[in-house]
Each structure stands twice: as structure tokens, then as C-alpha cells.
């Protein structure tokens, strides 16, 4: 056991888009913060497997705290983005209805669109068409949602913890927590990984698991389950063509299946939402993929199968209520930052800002920033689609070597990612960091060559290159897995 | 001859230099490849590669061509980006085995499960990716797989295949044989533990390796599915033979001319 | 001479060897790429495990008979 000394300010538990934003938000006041995340690397929950809108707040229920968040983040995602070398693209959302009875529902879901005060208005078919020409011709009429906009969920994850980190946050990987002392009614020290960190408060930005982090601390009894979406990631040929996010008619259960383009030109079709009790289960089956797919194709016709390259399942931490943004009733110093269930992308900035008022409210020194704190990140400039690729090859040759020639990242992007302050220990973190082996091809010609340099980077021998967790390794040793 | 119109082919391997060699005589032909040798798959020591390699074509090895707007040809690599200006792009860029997506195999997504291509690059390089793989598939990646996975030190395989398309029964009695069936879905965290097939029996394996099927590899954006003036040279075959390759090439070269005169006779 | 990669195995052709500050370096290409292999006394250890790669092992014979024929 190692002793953490200095006490810690907050540790907040959850490396997922809520706890990296809290961490970020706290990183440049005079607060010492720890970020402590259970599995090998940050972002590896649902915060990787989600469609990347971040939504103006249109479909939320008016009067929520849900609401309230997403709606003083949404104005504030360019400026933001920019800072966190995040790409971000405020296209707009089209929810179509292809049935009358869809259709009848629209001027409802536009007087609670208004009330959300989101930009919303409602459109012909042939309009919709006209703003995304890949719509279906049944498309009757559609809500246009012009705020909404697609963000790299994972970049802007990372980037949170990134300039966190440059600021002093100390992030602890692959650290699940084990216990939590407390002294009557305050939490003193929290068990993670090999460390013993005493506190003053934690953040409880666990996701799914925030109900077990709340009994570790004694704190209320409330239960979170995983909500599992299905989906479909289909080439950048078919999602470069796209202008809008499209979308069904949303009803009060589901927003429904959308067809995403990413900033990255790729396609995301889906989710589903299926509330299940197994919170390891990220398996897909060919049923639900097959819905998902078929309310795709009919929403955008030239979907077609082959342009999938991948299907992958995720779990939205779900709780009742959802949005526990709140001091524990029990424990007088932990906050919560669980339940967030659809939104936690699009409420980020926001929710990170409300639990920073939380610990100040307790009398941490999460008050004024500190006057050297970075508030922004160098950007890296990346070869795909880039304008002036003659000026990345002057500022690093190694943009001229292409290792992922599906995805164009080259030698210096996977160098450069080696060297932040939170970088990849495995090939799935090269992946959410540069996109390598994310491809068409899915790594069939350069997951060598990715792991080649990131052994050479991370400083493995390559027996021990781990694929994600650090037993899950490349190669199988001398044991038996 | 200054006449002759320019002509970028994106892959040296034994298709794109069949081409080149088809076009020495009508057009300026630039091969591409990322790859700094030639022959592709055939390798640079084959005998054919060695003869079409010397068919008067500029070659730029070691550069990977990413972009085509229908006049230029963007590749870059040590020396920088380079712009050629083409009448026409061809695409010989090969093929790989088909993906878990493409295959419709569910379950989560463990670690141990990858393409031919790269548990034979691995072991190749001395990293085996499995000690009990199954290999899916039964033409040359998935008997290559095998072979170079049991070489590597795996002591068991089990090679599932698809009706009728197992190549020949490996004479090896660490390999077992699954005909006429198919992976449905695999199971295990964080590496891969079992594999469904469709005849609902589940095998214990410590990888997948994906060998079944082919699809064109193509990564050249703004002709990936179709782009202006590219014609496409990808024999999707399992393997594809010196001589299919040479067929293809060619096939592509008489595309290449039609294409060229029909833009000099507007 | 050849080198086995990432991608497969190369053929590395010598164009020159040279003493440079206390390294033998051995300039060439990896196919069409320019490559470089610079040895110096603190790989003089891995000798004994280096006879088994190739690269090294050619490389140093290269830069002993290159160093010999210029005395």
C-alpha cells in the first residue's frame, strides 16, 4: 500500500466524460485533484460507444435538470473544442417522420422543442430533402433541430483529462476502487488500484457502477443499471456525403435510431436501448443489429451493408431518477455525478461546472483559477484531409510515413499521442487517440505495424503489448490465458 | 515522348505492374506503393515482379498515395507529399480477408480476434497470437494462417470453414476440421475465451483468426467505392494467382486506354 | 541482406560504411527507403544475442571488412 501524501482535495472516481470533465473544470482552480478510472484507460465505457451529438436540448423533457445542463453547454462547444483540439460541427439534426402518424406528432414535439428553448422548426419532406438529400423519398416532413452538432466523444473525453492533467491532475489507470474509510459522516480515504489516497471529498462519476462506489461510501442507496445500445460504424465514403445528423420521430421511451455522420466522415447508425442487468455484457446479436439496420435504411435508403465496417455495443449508465447531481444525504462530502444517462457528452461542460459549485459549496478551494493554469491544448495537427500537408512534413517528417493507410495516421501522430500527459497503454488507446487500425480494414494491414511503435513508444517488449487491459495481451506468452 | 498522357497505378504488386507493363507503350505510368519493395503479396523476390518490375514504369516505393480529385494523384512519404498529375488512376491495391462485421459474428469484442494478415505478420516476427486459435476460413490465408501459427508454437488449431471451400485438409494432426460451418459469435473478457458456431457447438480458443472471404483493399480517398476516371484492378480471389493477377492488370490497361481515347476524341 | 519487419522482409542493400565518433554506420536502403544502422561499443554486449539477427550480425561483418580493406 502507498501512502499518498499530500491529502487530496477531491478524488474524483470515473475516467468517462463526466469525471475527466470535472477534473478538467476543477484542474485549474487551487484544488489538488486525483481522477481514478477502474479499467487500463480513461474513456472505455459508454462514453466511446455513443453517437457523438452533442444535442441543443431539443428532445429533453422541459423543467429537468437534464435540460438545464445541456442547454448552457450547447452554445459554448466551439469555443470549447478549440481549446480541447477537439473536432466539433454544428450541423444540425433532422427527425423524420415517414408516417402519417408520425407526422401528426410533429407540431407536439415542436411546442416542447420551443419550450426547451432550443431552435427547432418543422420542415416538408421535400425541404428536409433539400437540407440532406439522402433522406428517404418517403420522408413526409421532419423536425429540424439546426443547434444540435457531432462531436469526437472520445477526443473531447481525453482532451478534458489531458489539459487536467497538464494542470496537475494526478490520473490513476487501471485503479478500480476497493474501499472507502470514513470518520462519522465524511469520506478520509479512498483504496484504489495499489494506492491508499486520503481526501476531502469524491466526485462519484462512476457510470455505471456509481451505485456500487455510493455502498463502498455508505452513502445513499440508489441503483444504477446498464441501458445497452447497438450500433453500426460504416465507412467514410457513405458518411462523408451526409450534411445532418438524421433521425427518427423520437417518442417518449427512445430519441429513436439516427444515422450519424462523425467528424471524422464515418457513419454511426444506431442506438438501441435496452435496459439489462449484466453491466459486462457488451455483446451484439444479429437481431438487434439487424433492426438497428433496417431503421437506418429506411430513414437514408443508400445504406447498405457494404459499407459496415464494424458493430460494437455499449452501456449508458441508467438510474432513477437519472441526473444525481447532488451531495449525498449520508456522506457530507461526496458528490454525485450519476445517473447521466443519454447526455453526458452534451451536458459535460455544464455538469462539470454544477459539481465544482457542489465542492465549493463545502469549502474546498475550488474557487478562483489559478493564473498559470493551460487553458488549452496544443492542437495535433492530423494528415487526414489535411489542406497543407506540405507543412506537417516540415514540421515532422514522420507525417510522410503512413502506418493505418485507411484511416491516414501517420508515424508522427502515433509518436505524438505517446507523448501526452495521459497516453496510451494499449492498442485500443492508439486507437481512440489517432484513430490507427479503426479502418475499413479494422487493423488487417497495420495493427503490426501500430504495435511495432507502440511498443517502441511505450517502452513494452512486445510480448507484453496488450491489445486493452494489460493481460490481454498481443502475443500469448509462455501460461495459458 | 511527351505525348503520351500520365498514368498513376496505386499498387506494385504483380496486378499494378502487369498494368504498367500493358501501358508502357501509350501512356507515362507512375506504380505506387506503400510498400518500399515491389511484387505485393508475390513478394519482391518473385520471379514475375523481378520481369514486370523492369517494364520501364516509374516506380515510387515507400509512398502512400491517400487522395485522387480526378486530376492528381496526392501520395506522400519520406521525401514529402507529391502531386501526379494523371489521365486516369488505377487501383491494384490487393485484398484482405473479410472482418467480424462483414461476417455477422456476434458477441462482445475481446482481444484475440484478428485478421490472417496479422497473425501471420506476428508470428513472422516472433509474437504467436494464440496457442488454441480457430482460424475461420479454408482457402490460402486460412491454410497460411495455420501453417505459420503452428510453426509460431500454437499446439492446437481448429480451422472452421464454410461449405465447400476448404482448400485441402491440412496434414497435421494439431488441426482439427470444422466443415460446413460458420462462427456466430464469441465470448470471453478481456481476451476471447469461446466461439458459437452455427451448429451450436462452442469451442475453447485463446484467438480468432479471420481468414475467410475476400475484399478489395482500397484506401485513396475520393476513390474508395468509385472515383473519376479510376478503374479498379483487384482480382478478389483467395489466393489471387500469378495469373489471375497478370489478368487483371491487363483487363485494367485495356480500360485505361479506352478511357484515354475517349477523352483525346471529344 | 535481409530484414525481417512489421510489414515482412526487406532486402537492405548496403551503400556505404563509415566511423563516425566511435560508431560503425552503416548507410543503405530498406527497399526504397533510406536506413541508417548506427553500432557503437554499448551494443558490443548484445553480440553474443545479436548473432542470432541477421542485420546486426551482417552489418558488423560489413563494417569489419569495410574498416579492414581501408587500413
Redo the contacts between chains.
Keep these: 500500500m502507498r501512502y499518498t501524501a499530500p491529502v487530496r482535495d477531491v478524488v474524483v472516481i470515473g475516467g468517462g466524460v463526466v469525471g475527466c470533465a470535472v477534473a478538467w473544470r476543477l484542474s485549474g482552480t487551487a484544488a489538488r485533484v486525483t481522477l481514478i478510472e477502474a479499467a487500463h484507460d480513461l474513456c472505455e465505457g459508454a462514453s466511446k460507444g455513443n453517437t457523438g451529438i452533442a444535442t441543443s436540448g431539443g428532445d429533453c423533457h422541459p423543467g429537468t435538470l437534464e435540460l438545464e445542463l445541456v442547454r448552457r453547454s450547447s452554445p459554448g462547444w466551439e469555443a470549447l473544442c478549440a481549446r480541447l483540439d477537439t473536432p466539433f460541427h454544428r450541423i444540425g439534426t433532422l427527425a423524420v417522420a415517414l408516417t402519417e402518424e408520425d407526422e401528426r406528432r410533429l407540431p407536439e414535439l415542436l411546442r416542447d422543442a420551443q419550450d426547451t428553448g432550443a431552435a427547432a422548426e418543422i420542415v416538408t419532406g421535400d425541404q428536409a430533402r433539400g437540407l440532406e438529400p439522402l433522406i428517404s423519398e418517403e420522408a413526409r416532413a421532419a423536425l429540424h433541430f439546426p443547434d444540435d452538432g457531432i462531436i469526437d466523444s472520445i477526443r473531447l473525453t481525453i482532451g478534458y483529462a489531458e489539459l487536467a492533467a497538464r494542470n496537475g491532475v494526478e490520473v490513476l489507470r487501471g485503479a478500480p476502487v476497493h474501499s472507502i474509510e470514513r470518520d462519522g459522516d465524511r469520506i478520509v480515504a479512498v483504496t484504489a488500484g495499489d494506492r491508499w489516497i486520503a481526501t476531502r471529498s469524491v466526485v462519484n462519476a462512476a457510470g455505471v457502477e456509481a451505485d456500487t462506489i455510493s455502498r463502498l461510501a455508505g452513502g445513499e442507496q440508489f441503483r444504477t443499471w446498464p441501458r445497452q445500445g447497438q450500433y453500426w460504424l460504416l465507412d467514410r465514403e457513405l458518411g462523408g456525403r451526409f450534411r445532418k445528423v438524421v433521425g427518427g420521430v423520437p417518442t417518449p421511451v427512445t430519441r429513436g435510431i439516427y444515422c450519424v455522420p462523425t467528424t471524422n466522415r464515418s457513419l454511426l447508425l444506431g442506438p438501441t436501448a435496452v435496459d439489462r442487468e449484466d453491466r459486462t455484457d457488451r455483446a451484439v446479436d444479429a437481431e438487434t443489429l439487424d433492426h438497428v439496420f433496417d431503421a437506418a435504411q429506411r430513414l437514408v435508403p443508400s445504406i447498405a451493408r457494404e459499407y459496415a465496417i464494424k458493430t460494437f455495443a455499449s452501456n449508458r449508465p441508467a438510474s432513477d431518477p437519472t441526473y444525481r447531481i447532488a451531495v449525498d444525504a449520508e456522506v457530507s462530502n461526496l458528490v454525485h455525478a450519476a445517473g447521466i444517462r443519454s447526455t453526458g457528452v452534451s451536458s459535460s461542460p455544464a455538469v462539470a461546472e454544477m459539481v465544482r459549485g457542489l465542492l465549493e459549496g463545502l469549502g474546498l478551494p475550488v474557487g478562483d483559477q489559478r493564473p498559470h493554469a493551460i487553458t488549452e491544448l496544443e492542437p495535433l495537427p492530423r494528415l487526414l484531409g489535411h489542406p497543407r500537408p506540405e507543412q506537417l512534413f516540415a514540421r515532422d517528417p514522420r507525417y510522410g510515413q503512413v502506418i493505418c493507410a485507411c484511416e491516414q495516421v501517420t508515424a508522427a501522430e502515433i509518436a505524438a499521442v505517446h507523448g501526452m500527459a495521459v497516453p496510451p497503454t494499449s492498442l485500443e488507446g492508439v486507437r481512440k487517440r489517432t484513430r490507427a487500425t479503426g479502418g475499413r480494414c479494422q487493423g488487417a494491414f497495420c495493427l503490426s505495424g501500430v504495435s511495432f511503435l507502440h511498443s517502441l513508444h511505450a517502452g513494452r517488449r512486445p510480448p507484453q503489448i496488450a491489445v486493452s487491459e494489460p493481460e490481454a495481451t498481443l502475443g500469448i506468452g509462455a501460461h495459458d490465458v | 515522348m511527351s505525348d503520351r498522357p500520365p498514368v498513376a497505378i496505386v499498387g506494385a504488386g504483380i496486378t499494378g505492374l502487369a498494368c504498367a507493363h500493358a501501358l508502357r507503350d501509350v501512356a507515362r505510368v507512375t506504380v505506387v506503393d506503400r510498400v518500399p519493395v515491389p511484387g505485393g503479396v508475390h513478394g519482391w523476390e518473385a520471379a514475375e515482379t523481378r520481369e514486370l518490375a523492369a517494364c520501364g514504369a516509374q516506380l515510387r516505393l515507400g509512398e502512400t498515395a491517400i487522395r485522387w480529385d480526378g486530376l492528381t494523384l496526392l501520395a506522400i512519404g519520406q521525401d514529402g507529399p507529391q502531386q501526379m498529375g494523371a489521365a486516369a488512376l488505377v487501383i491494384a491495391t490487393g485484398a484482405r480477408p473479410l472482418g467480424r462485421a462483414e461476417l455477422g459474428i456476434a458477441g462482445g469484442r475481446p482481444a484475440g480476434i484478428v485478421a490472417a494478415t496479422v497473425a501471420c505478420h506476428l508470428a513472422e516476427n516472433g509474437l504467436l497470437v494464440g496457442r488454441r486459435p480457430l482460424i475461420v476460413g479454408g482457402g490460402d490465408w486460412a491454410m497460411r494462417a495455420v501453417s505459420e501459427l503452428r510453426a509460431a508454437g500454437a499446439e492446437r488449431a481448429t480451422l472452421v470453414c464454410p461449405d465447400g471451400l476448404l482448400r485441402e485438409r491440412p496434414n497435421d494432426g494439431a488441426v482439427h476440421v470444422r466443415e460446413h460451418d460458420r462462427v456466430v459469435s464469441v465470448a470471453g473478457t478481456p481476451r476471447v475465451r469461446t466461439a458459437t458456431l452455427a451448429s451450436g457447438e462452442t469451442l475453447g480458443c485463446d484467438a480468432v483468426v479471420l481468414a475467410h472471404g475476400v475484399a478489395a483493399l482500397r484506401n485513396v480517398d475520393g476513390a474508395v467505392w468509385a472515383g473519376d476516371r479510376a478503374v479498379y484492378a483487384q482480382p478478389l480471389a483467395d489466393p489471387a494467382t500469378v495469373a489471375q493477377a497478370r489478368a487483371a492488370g491487363a483487363e485494367a490497361a485495356a480500360a485505361v486506354r479506352s478511357l484515354i481515347d475517349r477523352e483525346e476524341r471529344p | 541482406m535481409k530484414v525481417?519487419?512489421?510489414?515482412?522482409?526487406?532486402?537492405f542493400v548496403v551503400h556505404g560504411v563509415s566511423l563516425h565518433d566511435r560508431h560503425v554506420v552503416v548507410e543503405g536502403?530498406?527497399?526504397?527507403?533510406?536506413s541508417r544502422i548506427e553500432v557503437g561499443a554499448e551494443d558490443l554486449p548484445m553480440l553474443g544475442r545479436a548473432l542470432r539477427r541477421p542485420l546486426i550480425a551482417a552489418g558488423l561483418g560489413l563494417a569489419g571488412i569495410a574498416l579492414l580493406r581501408r587500413r
Design positions: 525481417t519487419s512489421p510489414i515482412g522482409e526487406l532486402p536502403e530498406l527497399g526504397s527507403w533510406r
